[in-house]
């Protein structure tokens, strides 16, 4: 799996991918991130990236000429990459699409910065706009780092056990249930008995039931979608 992040600010990606889980998958093979610097296709002296918005109004609008010229420069090279814009107005990113993405050979990630990139970059250089919250960001370039860390953790060869990406938060669309370790008694605050009683069935069913109790009360929206049998469904309706 390769990734190319097209950003103004390349060095912002130093040691993100140098450190950790992310930084030993580079180092071990397993992905390929390749950060490109948009100057590197500004065609004047300054190396102009925005301009005035057309309209008039605050703050600055990414050229189309830089990015156009970057996109299909990566785009000529093969594999036949994806290419993902970054903005607010894009599909919310979320572990069905993550997992979708995990599947794509090459992803070509567009970091916009200032107040916007220009309409027609939207429209006619990328393949999919993704946004990461509703919020905004000063740029796509934390946005790039989420997509690259949540795909990379579900590539073969990442997670020291493929089982921890299965069991987490969403994989089965609900929350994770709560983790405890060692001591079993900290500072009076007791680690639930069930865990320590070496009871495999019982402690299965007691972590399924706190992860349906957990997104009961924060997220019933993830409830709709999520993979539940009959006994989920009884507890439920207690
Ligand atoms: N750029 C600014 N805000 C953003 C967001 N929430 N998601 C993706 N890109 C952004």
Redesign the pocket.
Known sequence: MRFDILTIFPGFFDSPLRESLLGKALAAGHLDVRVVDLRGFTDDRHRTTDDRPYGGGEGMVMKPGPLFRAIEALRAEPPPPRVVL???R?RLLDQPLVEEMARWERIVLVC?RYEGVDERVHRHAADLE???????????ET?ALAVVEAVSRLLPGVLGCAASARRDSFSDGLLEYPQYTRPADFRGWRVPEVLLSGDHERIRRWRRECALRLTLERRPDLLAKADLDAADRAFLRR
Not at 130 to 140: K, M, P
Request: net charge negative; no cysteine.
């Open positions: 970054f903005t607010p894009g916009g993704v946004s990461v919250g509703d919020y905004v960001l000063a740029g796509g946005a």
